[in-house]
């Protein structure tokens, strides 16, 4: 049975950071994407990074690349989000997902939602002067 369950969200400054954590289980990461996406009231599910390939890759939405961090920690069973230089409009709910079955010589060029079959409850990341 596989579960997902992140941690780490708060409410911080402009300008500030956060480490959102994933822990897994029953994910095999070799064969898997794992994923990183936010929701805002009012907006479309944003999918912001993936991972896949042991960790060797990676992908960033344009609205992340350069500030936000993705990365895996096998031994630990956990997928990491590092943010740093967090906006307003990062504020959203963080859900953690997972596509078991991703073939891993492939770039995704987006992240389309309805590819990963695992979804966590979310941590809340909120951004405000």
């Known amino acids: 049975q596989v579960q997902l369950v992140e941690s780490g969200g708060d409410s911080v400054q402009p300008g500030g950071s956060l480490r959102l954590s994933c822990a897994t289980s029953g994910v095999t990461y070799t064969n898997s994407l794992m994923g990183w996406f936010r929701q805002a009231p009012g907006k479309e599910r944003e999918g912001v990074a993936a991972v896949w390939d042991n960790g060797r890759k990676t992908y960033y939405a344009d609205s992340v690349k350069g500030r936000f961090t993705i990365s895996q920690d096998n031994a630990k069973n956990l997928v990491v989000l590092e943010m740093n230089s967090l906006k307003p409009e990062d504020t959203a709910m963080y859900h953690c997902?997972?596509?078991?079955?991703?073939?891993?010589?492939?770039?995704?060029?987006?992240?389309?939602?309805?590819?990963?079959?695992?979804w966590g409850q979310g941590t809340q990341v909120t951004v405000s002067s």
């Open positions: 997902a997972a596509d078991p079955d991703w073939p891993q010589a492939i770039t995704p060029d987006w992240l389309d939602p309805n590819d990963f079959h695992y």
